[in-house]
């Protein structure tokens, strides 16, 4: 007690007279030590994935794991703790199977695909046709009616593979295929089928969609090479409901002297339906929320507000980054910058940042001081999908990076889960946000937005 | 052909006036070169277990892929191709489910382990009381009455946590347990349950086995450590059956001089019932019996008979390995070297050997002419499962060393899948094979054995 009130007076005095971004070094130095005392925060990572489970949209394990959150920020006392409310899409997937039944009978581990409709209730039984890619598709598009067709794509980046889960059932309808799979988008599988949101293309038949794993697609793939017949036993029962309400969370620290200006830091709450969502994004979420509290634990007042906002319904609709956006229209002007922690809280490298050239040489600043953990990278671009919608206001936009090698093995799986995370690792991350959000909070000058024209 | 016929001659007359293994140099190198050629081994082995599936005992899988294999060896033109029978434990897992109820309810992945009882066919919905290892059960075993006990044992050595795969129903069952649960036995996992055998002690209660995740397992324990009650529903059909019918795999390279004296090498054929069985051990059969093949498509002929076994029921019996010996108990004697195959085949480093002091200095040399593809390390001790009965026979025994740092990754998994495995990895494995193979067949002096006492 008697040290923390010590620190308090440093920091007080210390800030009041902070001019530049290396004033702020005593602070952040402060700031990184506590954020990595003990593992309290991957503690209350692991409390909220092991009690609500993967908290999807729609679910009342999301629901649930709101109100505990609100509950615990409020036990944390933290500022102007409340919900808004989100409709968000609820789509369920039910009882799922594949089956190979020719060449021989196997079980294929599958994920159907976040928005896919069902099969009949007897499945659908059909010759499959694997292909590489679109081009494939279109040069044997005289041989997918009524077939199953497999896009087998190799995971190359996420940017570039994902197309065949969000767009695959609608080409492979065009060309009369009864149902389409997609080999699992990810660079590494241990039979570990990916989930993910697909779309259906307006004016074009739906058919089933679901992810096989990397390692089955390739068997289909030589199998089809070496001339043998495949077929394939798709059953799904997925289901969308009439939208659901959940919410978005916020806490804030507010501001002491400018409470009107803000500066935002998040992750979103909402998950895949499997595993835990524990990287993908809980990690994120928290890593924002006790960001918050080690600011607070050191007794820190930021001149501008600091918010942590927890955006629900990211994964399949976005619904949450939008309605805050839309919430918060007429305070979108006074949002200083907004952070986002969504690529998994492994080891921090730095941010990515979009913004004007003269806030991106005060985030290098601020840069320098992370690099003690490591995390003094500042990339050009960068940002989230949920603080996406505020970027045509003009909101600068920062996006945690991290040794993320192994993001994409995990990423809408089963095997995202607490033991996929080390707790310094995420404590690191936790001061990453924590530093970046305090000094543009706090420094004299407002974070520079470009100009409009 | 022309190339070939040369070679041919080139060998005949160099191996005629062999008398040391450092004469074998040039048909090493040939042999090395032979085998790194093409994809074809590669190739055959994703024939096998694409069409056929998973090879576990008592499945027609397994009897079909036999055929196969016996057609394939005749159209090798290898000598003395035939089967001999065996009968075998028929063991069948049947529908199988784990639930977490709660805290919340999920889908814990899981395997049941092979040789376990069913469950009653409403399941078995308990508490789980999860202990570390047999130390802690003991500890607790007041609490373990009408639960399931959770066997939460960190990977360490596959030898030292496989104990609670093999032995953990029976130690739960004495405590009052209703069913058993293992954590997986492999260091690494991606929502990826292992299977393998399991054993009941004489006289004491069987209660169903399972293995859930890495995951799960870590996610109930840290449930347990902060107090939250933890109920899962275990649901098993599994059925053991009659003895079932199956056949050990013979083809041989009949020796020239002494076809009588014999170097057994080989795999075992059967795997679980899961995945592919590509590493463990569809591939050491491949290699051992590509070995034949590269030694024969050179022209060699070497003085002992070199017989490829792969024999059957190796995961769940060892029935291969025993009736092997059984069947052959008079040629024991006349049995040079046994070697196998079965830690996978990925890149090669060398033998493990147990035999006779000279014998080692022997096949030390033989190492030497390996090192060019780092196959050159001769471990003491080393051999195989199926092989062991005959150790007791005076029979020397090498097992193939390679990388294998993964192995336990995918061991008895799903996940054990043919794009695990590189066809230049596996065709070093079949040349180290067929280099220590023909050069134990083809050296004047008779490998030496222990000396009886």
């Known amino acids: 007690m008697k040290l923390t009130r010590i620190v308090y007076t440093v920091f007080v005095c210390h800030t009041l007279f902070a001019q530049t971004v290396s004033d702020y070094s005593a602070t952040t130095n402060a700031i990184i030590k506590a954020s990595l005392k003990d593992s309290a925060t991957y503690d209350r990572l ?3 994935c092991d009690t609500f489970g993967p908290r999807f949209s ?34 369920v997937r039910g009882e799922e199977s594949a089956e190979l039944m020719v060449p021989h009978r196997k079980n294929l581990n599958m994920l159907g695909l976040g928005g896919s409709i069902s099969t009949p209730r007897t499945g659908i039984c059909a010759e499959v046709l694997v292909v590489k890619d679109f081009n494939e598709l279109e040069e044997r598009k005289a041989e997918a009616k009524g077939k199953i067709v497999l896009f087998n794509a190799e995971f190359t980046s996420y940017g570039k593979t994902v197309q065949y889960r969000y767009s695959g059932a609608s080409e492979a309808a065009k060309v009369g295929a009864v149902a389409s799979l997609i080999r699992s ?5 241990m039979d570990t089928p990916h989930t993910g949101v697909m779309k259906y293309e307006d004016g ?13 697609a390739m068997m289909l793939q030589r199998m089809q090479d070496r001339g043998q017949k495949i077929v394939v036993k798709l059953k799904m029962s997925a289901k969308m409901f009439p939208d659901a309400k959940s919410r978005n969370v916020i806490a804030e620290i507010r501001g002491s002297e400018k409470p009107e200006e803000i500066v935002v830091i998040g992750g979103h709450i909402d998950s895949w ?5 524990a990287m993908d994004d809980a990690g994120g979420c928290m890593v924002a929320w006790d960001a918050l509290n080690v600011i607070q634990s050191l007794g820190l007042k930021p001149k501008r507000t600091i918010r942590c906002v ?12 939008k309605a805050y956006r839309d919430a918060h229209l007429d305070e979108l002007p006074n949002h200083i910058l907004a952070v986002e922690s969504d690529g998994g809280v492994f080891a921090p490298e730095g941010f990515g940042f979009t913004g004007s050239p003269k806030a991106l040489e005060i985030i290098r600043e601020i840069g320098t001081l992370l690099e003690p953990i490591g995390a003094g990278t500042i990339k050009v671009g960068g940002g989230g999908a949920d603080i996406g919608p505020m970027k045509p206001f003009g909101v600068p936009q920062a996006g945690l990076h991290v040794e993320g090698s192994k993001y994409f093995w995990f990423h809408h799986t089963n095997a995202d889960m607490m033991d996929k995370l080390d707790p310094q690792e995420v404590n690191k991350c936790k001061a990453a946000m924590a530093v970046l959000a305090f000094i543009v909070a706090d420094m004299p000058e407002r974070l520079p937005r470009v100009k409009k024209e």
Chains 1, 2 share one sequence.
Do not use: F
């Open 273 to 277: 339906d499997v595993g835990q969502g």
């Open 310 to 321: 927890l955006w629900t319904n990211e994964e399949n609709g976005l619904g949450g980054g």
């Open 204 to 216: 074009v038949r739906k058919i089933p969609h679901a992810a096989i794993t990397v390692e089955d």
């Open 58 to 91: 729609g679910s009342k394990n999301l629901e649930d794991a709101i109100d505990w959150i609100l509950n615990e920020m409020k036990n944390d006392n933290l500022d102007n703790v409340h919900a808004e409310g989100v409709l968000v899409p609820h789509w």
């Open 185 to 189: 988008v990810g660079p590494y599988s």
């Open 46 to 48: 692991s409390e909220l």
